[in-house]
């Protein structure tokens, strides 16, 4: 039994009105909880945004249940998060004792364990959303703890960042390859063979970035300031208003060229990722992110920061959207995964403050 | 079974798509293939998983991944004996969305405030021995630092005796750090930078500002602080659950001002019932206000103060007392020899961490 894909094999469902109800009550009661709803809303906003993605015949289903997040985070705090406040409290005992070389020490060894831990949970996060993730009863996972992949997010990072950061997308196309590598949907491994090739040129740019915003900066600002200074001399509406739209001028281009970067990184990496059968494919420009972005800060703005619980709804739609996959899957072979089944949260990325979705 | 309804089931084995039709039977859901074969799943093992949209999706409780899909308009005979689904979450559909609304601002409020009381009626309950182990936990090994001589430490005792009203002894000592401070810690410890002693007009400049940190020390201020930050961190860590913040909250911890201001007043009842003058620690206030306090060293939390200087300068000039014969705090001698402690004590060391601040209680 084969099933071609047809017109586009991922489609986006959901509508906002059908989504505000969720958003608004999972604002309201994350409010009356002090926060500790947010794992239940998490759930609920997911459930939502998988249950109206169809992939070929079939939506997704998120299987991931709010106790589990809210589990996740508790054991986290308790595993981690008091440790860490024992070992801030022996720091500070330590300077205290006015040993400040042992102080420094351990505040080294204290920010190389919590990198450490950022990558960790980098990984765990990918994993539990994949173990999550339904389709046509088959859920993904992975076998590995990330624990490796911590220690490679640690060094890959420092190395891509110590020549003048030049090997950063190295880094960046190397963790997404080990970190995809090494997970699964059914019976398949994931492949990700991304290459830095094509990425440099774009991410020289954001080198010259400062340079270039410097030029049409003084293309544009001069005249005006000149202009200003000859009705009421320096300090006048017209240099001040110059100064505040170079400033702006100036990180709103540098904040393109990094956006133009990252688009190409992520239509190549989503590119180079296969799954047995299946190849993949994302089709957002430079342009469609910024687009993204500014209707973020838009709905956000013009509605007093209310609109931010549409966020999640807007960057799932814009990815589903721009997602792409290509071959076929043979539904007979598509077995159920053997990973291990995960019932903890990604209390870890969650601790970190970097639960994206 | 003839009027069985129609609807996909995917096992959880694999991806296939097996077409069912369904019907109820005495002992549960009657699934049959579209080969014959006839599984019946118990109502208790079934589960409801969400309104997809296009289907209603049912489970297993015991088969991850087994799916049952059923068309929204089957028929109600078949769909009421089916599973309901949960919307909020638990308790929360039981009771519905506004009351539960309710009970939840309710309990969250009564959380804050307890949180927000408890370190203060707390504090004082946990017994000092405890506090002293803590402390010693927390700040370790301060002996280096301490200087001591043995008219030094007669000096100290004797302004310990007029400032001190409590049962339990409190111990003070004279720190070698160059800076113009004082301490309470964890576990009725107070120390004396020396820099304080070198800086002070009169002994009884030193007398206000012991007496402010015995103050502390009684009021189980530091046992507040502790607490006080401790439950700030759980009840944080619902909202914001990042751990980079609750250490920065955990580190900034110090004394609220109205813990000041109470340990201020201590300060200045001690000194009336001793007869000492507080007119000289309104003066030494106010060479504080000419200095910035607000540079330092946010590592070393247990120094934070923050009252404002003026007010409490004030403050202190408004308790001098014209018709009282105040005596000094201590006699020309004593106060010398606690001046010269640091500098006769061979063994105590200067603490410091290669970088100099001054941060004032």
């Given at each position: 039994?084969?099933?071609?894909?047809?017109?586009?094999?991922?489609?986006?469902?959901?509508?906002?009105?059908?989504?505000?109800?969720?958003?608004?009550?999972?604002?309201?009661?994350?409010?009356?909880?002090?926060?500790?709803?947010?794992?239940?809303?998490?759930?609920?906003?997911?459930?939502?945004?998988?249950?109206?993605?169809?992939?070929?015949?079939?939506?997704?289903e998120?299987?991931?249940?709010?106790?589990?997040?809210?589990?996740?985070?508790?054991?986290?705090?308790?595993?981690?998060?008091?440790?860490?406040?024992?070992?801030?409290?022996?720091?500070q005992?330590?300077?205290?004792?006015?040993?400040?070389?042992?102080?420094?020490?351990?505040?080294?060894?204290?920010?190389?364990?919590?990198?450490?831990?950022v990558g960790?949970?980098?990984?765990?996060?990918?994993?539990?959303?994949?173990?999550?993730?339904?389709?046509?009863?088959?859920?993904?996972?992975?076998?590995?703890?990330?624990?490796?992949?911590?220690?490679?997010?640690?060094?890959?990072?420092f190395?891509?960042?110590?020549?003048?950061?030049?090997?950063?997308?190295?880094s960046?196309v190397?963790?997404?390859?080990?970190?995809?590598?090494?997970?699964?949907?059914?019976?398949?491994?994931?492949a990700?063979?991304?290459?830095?090739?094509?990425?440099?040129?774009?991410f020289?740019?954001?080198?010259?970035?400062?340079?270039?915003?410097?030029?049409?900066?003084?293309?544009?600002?001069?005249?005006?300031?000149?202009?200003?200074?000859?009705?009421?001399?320096?300090?006048?509406?017209?240099?001040?208003?110059?100064?505040?739209?170079?400033?702006?001028?100036?990180?709103?281009?540098?904040?393109?060229?990094?956006?133009?970067?990252?688009?190409?990184?992520?239509?190549?990496?989503?590119?180079?990722?296969?799954?047995?059968?299946?190849?993949?494919?994302?089709?957002?420009?430079?342009?469609?992110?910024?687009?993204?972005?500014?209707?973020?800060?838009?709905?956000?703005?013009?509605?007093?920061?209310?609109?931010?619980?549409?966020?999640?709804?807007?960057?799932?739609?814009?990815?589903?959207?721009?997602?792409?996959?290509?071959?076929?899957?043979?539904?007979?072979?598509?077995?159920?995964?053997?990973?291990?089944?995960l019932?903890?949260?990604?209390?870890?990325?969650?601790?970190?403050?970097?639960g994206?979705? | 079974?003839?009027?069985?309804?129609?609807?996909?089931?995917?096992?959880?084995?694999?991806?296939?798509?097996?077409?069912?039709?369904?019907?109820?039977?005495?002992?549960?859901?009657?699934?049959?293939?579209?080969?014959?074969?006839?599984?019946?799943?118990?109502?208790?093992?079934?589960?409801?998983?969400?309104?997809?949209?296009?289907?209603?999706?049912?489970?297993?409780?015991d088969?991850?991944?087994?799916?049952?899909?059923?068309?929204?308009?089957?028929?109600?005979?078949?769909?009421?004996?089916?599973?309901?689904?949960?919307?909020?979450?638990?308790?929360?559909?039981?009771?519905?969305?506004?009351?539960?609304?309710?009970?939840?601002?309710?309990?969250?409020?009564?959380?804050?405030?307890?949180?927000?009381?408890?370190?203060?009626w707390?504090?004082p309950?946990v017994?000092?021995s405890?506090?002293?182990r803590?402390?010693?936990?927390?700040?370790?090994?301060?002996?280096?630092?301490?200087?001591?001589?043995?008219?030094?430490?007669?000096?100290?005792?004797?302004?310990?005796?007029q400032?001190?009203?409590?049962?339990?002894?409190?111990?003070?000592?004279?720190?070698?750090?160059?800076?113009?401070?004082?301490?309470?810690?964890?576990g009725?410890?107070?120390?004396?930078?020396?820099?304080?002693?070198?800086?002070?007009?009169?002994?009884?400049?030193?007398?206000?500002?012991?007496?402010?940190?015995?103050?502390h020390?009684?009021?189980?201020?530091?046992?507040?602080?502790?607490?006080?930050?401790?439950?700030?961190?759980?009840?944080?860590?619902?909202?914001?659950?990042?751990?980079?913040?609750?250490?920065?909250?955990?580190?900034?911890?110090?004394?609220?001002?109205?813990?000041?201001?109470?340990a201020?007043?201590?300060?200045?009842?001690?000194?009336?019932?001793a007869?000492?003058?507080?007119?000289?620690?309104?003066?030494?206030?106010?060479?504080?206000?000419?200095?910035?306090?607000?540079?330092?060293?946010?590592?070393?939390?247990?120094?934070?103060?923050?009252?404002?200087?003026a007010e409490?300068?004030?403050?202190?000039?408004?308790?001098?007392?014209?018709?009282?014969?105040?005596?000094p705090a201590?006699?020309?001698?004593?106060?010398?020899?606690?001046?010269?402690?640091?500098?006769?004590?061979?063994?105590?060391?200067e603490?410091?961490?290669?970088?100099?601040?001054?941060?004032?209680?």
């Amino acid at each position: 039994m084969t099933e071609e894909n047809a017109d586009k094999a991922f489609e986006f469902h959901g509508t906002w009105q059908e989504y505000a109800p969720i958003a608004f009550t999972n604002l309201l009661l994350t409010i009356v909880t002090l926060g500790f709803y947010r794992f239940w809303a998490t759930a609920r906003t997911r459930r939502y945004l998988w249950s109206r993605t169809r992939f070929i015949d079939d939506r997704f289903e998120w299987a991931g249940t709010g106790l589990e997040l809210f589990k996740g985070a508790v054991m986290v705090f308790f595993v981690i998060g008091l440790p860490l406040i024992a070992f801030n409290f022996l720091i500070q005992r330590l300077v205290l004792n006015g040993d400040g070389l042992t102080a420094g020490v351990l505040g080294l060894a204290f920010f190389l364990l919590v990198y450490w831990l950022v990558g960790v949970a980098r990984f765990r996060a990918l994993r539990y959303r994949l173990a999550r993730t339904y389709w046509r009863g088959i859920r993904g996972g992975s076998d590995d703890p990330g624990m490796a992949y911590g220690v490679s997010y640690m060094w890959k990072n420092f190395v891509g960042t110590i020549a003048l950061g030049l090997l950063i997308p190295w880094s960046m196309v190397s963790l997404w390859n080990e970190r995809w590598g090494a997970m699964s949907f059914g019976p398949y491994k994931f492949a990700a063979d991304g290459r830095v090739e094509g990425l440099m040129g774009r991410f020289l740019l954001c080198y010259a970035a400062p340079f270039l915003a410097l030029i049409a900066a003084a293309v544009v600002v001069v005249p005006i300031a000149m202009a200003g200074g000859g009705s009421g001399g320096p300090g006048s509406a017209g240099s001040v208003l110059a100064g505040i739209g170079a400033v702006f001028g100036f990180y709103f281009i540098f904040g393109l060229v990094v956006l133009a970067f990252y688009a190409k990184f992520f239509r190549q990496m989503v590119e180079s990722t296969s799954l047995s059968t299946l190849s993949f494919g994302f089709t957002a420009s430079t342009k469609d992110w910024l687009k993204l972005f500014l209707g973020d800060v838009a709905l956000v703005v013009l509605t007093l920061g209310v609109g931010a619980i549409f966020l999640t709804y807007r960057h799932w739609s814009f990815g589903v959207r721009h997602l792409h996959a290509f071959g076929y899957v043979e539904v007979d072979h598509l077995t159920q995964s053997t990973t291990k089944e995960l019932r903890e949260g990604e209390g870890l990325l969650d601790a970190f403050d970097m639960g994206a979705i | 079974m003839a009027d069985g309804v129609a609807a996909d089931l995917f096992d959880g084995t694999s991806a296939i798509r097996h077409p069912v039709t369904l019907g109820w039977q005495d002992a549960g859901l009657a699934v049959v293939r579209a080969g014959g074969e006839t599984e019946t799943i118990p109502a208790a093992a079934l589960t409801f998983i969400e309104h997809r949209g296009d289907r209603l999706v049912y489970g297993h409780h015991d088969r991850a991944g087994w799916r049952l899909l059923v068309p929204l308009d089957a028929a109600p005979a078949l769909l009421e004996r089916l599973p309901k689904g949960a919307k909020y979450g638990g308790w929360i559909d039981r009771v519905g969305l506004i009351r539960a609304t309710a009970v939840l601002a309710v309990v969250s409020a009564a959380a804050v405030a307890v949180v927000m009381t408890a370190p203060s009626w707390l504090g004082p309950l946990v017994p000092e021995s405890w506090e002293r182990r803590i402390g010693s936990a927390l700040v370790g090994d301060l002996e280096p630092f301490t200087c001591s001589t043995p008219e030094s430490d007669a000096a100290l005792a004797a302004l310990v005796r007029q400032v001190d009203d409590g049962k339990t002894p409190v111990t003070v000592q004279l720190a070698k750090i160059d800076m113009v401070n004082a301490v309470a810690l964890p576990g009725g410890r107070i120390l004396i930078f020396d820099q304080l002693v070198q800086e002070a007009k009169s002994p009884d400049e030193v007398a206000g500002v012991l007496a402010h940190e015995v103050g502390h020390v009684r009021k189980r201020h530091v046992m507040q602080a502790l607490l006080r930050q401790f439950g700030l961190s759980v009840l944080l860590s619902g909202a914001n659950s990042d751990i980079g913040g609750t250490l920065g909250g955990v580190a900034a911890m110090g004394y609220s001002r109205e813990a000041e201001r109470e340990a201020d007043t201590y300060s200045r009842m001690r000194l009336a019932a001793a007869d000492i003058s507080p007119a000289a620690t309104a003066a030494f206030f106010g060479r504080l206000r000419k200095l910035d306090p607000t540079a330092g060293n946010p590592q070393l939390s247990y120094l934070n103060s923050h009252p404002d200087t003026a007010e409490r300068e004030q403050a202190f000039k408004a308790a001098v007392k014209p018709d009282i014969p105040y005596r000094p705090a201590l006699t020309a001698a004593q106060f010398q020899a606690l001046r010269q402690a640091c500098a006769k004590d061979p063994d105590a060391e200067e603490w410091s961490l290669g970088w100099g601040t001054k941060r004032f209680n």
